[in-house]
DNA sequence: TCTTGACCTTCCCCCGGTGGGAACCCTTTT
DNA sequence: AAAAGGGTTCCCACCGGGGGAAGGTCAAGA
C-alpha cells in the first residue's frame, strides 16, 4: 500500500501520515527502489488507533504513550485508564469553561434588545462600565466575570 | 503611558500589545522621540475591552467588529447582539463535541478495570475491536462513536 | 558624572496540528 | 509516447501567543 491509499484506508490525510512519521509518532515506513513509502495492513490498523485517539481530543504526546501502550501486550491496564481519566479530567476542565463563557455571553444577549437602538448591555460590560445609564437606572452586572485568568 | 504600563493596566502583555498593533487590531500607538510607545487612559480602556471580548472565546475578527461598533456611538445594538448570538452558538456546538468525547471516553474508562493486567477496552476499543477476546464473551463497544469527522 | 538595572525596540524561532503549493520524480493508462 | 495521477521533499500559512537575542533609553544611586 502507497501513502494515498493508506490514508485512505486509515483515515489519516497523507500529509499527516509523513507528519507523524516526522515527529517519531509512527516509525519510519519502509520505501521501495524509487522511495514510496510503503504501508501494511497492520500499519493502517496502528494509524486507525491513533486517529481515533485523537478524536478523543487526546494530544500527540498521550497518544504516543497510548500506541505504546497498545502494543504491549503485557501493559498494565492501569496506565491506560489513567491517560483516559486525565483526559476526562481536562476535557471537563475544557467543557466547564466554555459552559461559563457561554452562560455569561447568553444572559448578556438575552439582555440586548438587539433593534436599531445603540445601547447595549453587552458592550457596556465589555467597557467594564454599568449598562448605558441613560435613563439613571441603576442595572446590575448582567454577567458574572467566570474567570480571572486568560484562557489556558 | 508606555507599553509596559499599560499592560499592566489592561491585562494585555506588552507583546500581544505589539502584535495587535501589527495585526491592525488597535491603531499605531503614539512614540515618544525615542521611538518609545505611548498609550492614553483611553488606549487602555480600549485594552481591557479587547481582552474582555477575547475571555468570550471571540476570535480576533470578530473582536475587531465589536470594537468597532463599540465606538460607533450609533451602532444598532441589533448588529452587537448578532456577534454575541453567534458566538454563543459556537461555544455551544463546541461544547457538545467536547462533552461526546468526554462521555465517550468516560464510558471506556469506567470499563477498564484500570489494574495490573493488560486487558483493557479502551485500547480494544481505539483498536476498532471487541475488548479483548480473552474469555469469548461478546461484549458491546463500550463507547458509541460520536462524531465522524475530525474535530474543527 | 558615571554606572547599573529596568525598560524599550525590532527581529526571529517555537508551540500544535493541519492545509496549500512548488518543483520534481515515478507509475500506470491510453 | 504522452498524459494523468500518483509519489517525494521543502517551504509557507494559520492562531494567539511565549521566549529570547541584540541593541537603544531612561532613571536612580554612588
Redesign the interface.
Known amino acids: 500500500m502507497n501513502i494515498g491509499e493508506a490514508g485512505r484506508a486509515s483515515g489519516v490525510s497523507a500529509k499527516m501520515l509523513r507528519y507523524y512519521e516526522s515527529i517519531g509518532l509512527i516509525p519510519q515506513a519502509r520505501r521501495t527502489e524509487a522511495g514510496y513509502r510503503t504501508y501494511s495492513t497492520g500499519d493502517v ?1 496502528t494509524l ?2 491513533i486517529r ?6 487526546l494530544p500527540m504526546d498521550r497518544v504516543k504513550l ?1 500506541v505504546g ?2 502494543q ?7 496506565e ?3 491517560i ?2 486525565r ?2 479530567a481536562e ?2 476542565a ?2 466547564s469553561e ?2 461559563a ?2 452562560d ?3 444572559a ?2 438575552d439582555a ?9 448591555p ?2 457596556s ?4 462600565a454599568a449598562p448605558t445609564p441613560l435613563h439613571h437606572e441603576a442595572a446590575p452586572r448582567a454577567g458574572q ?3 480571572a485568568g ?2 489556558p
Not at 481515533?52 to 481530543?57: E, K, L, Y
Not at 504491549?72 to 492501569?78: E, G, Q, T, V, Y
Open positions: 490498523d486507525r488507533f481515533r485517539a485523537r478524536d478523543f481530543g497510548l501502550l497498545w504491549d501486550k503485557n501493559r498494565p491496564s492501569r491506560v485508564k489513567e483516559a481519566t483526559q476526562v476535557l471537563e475544557k467543557i466554555l459552559t463563557m457561554k455569561a455571553l447568553e448578556l444577549a440586548c434588545h438587539g433593534d436599531s437602538h445603540p445601547e447595549c453587552i458592550l460590560d465589555l467597557a467594564g466575570r467566570f474567570s486568560r484562557l
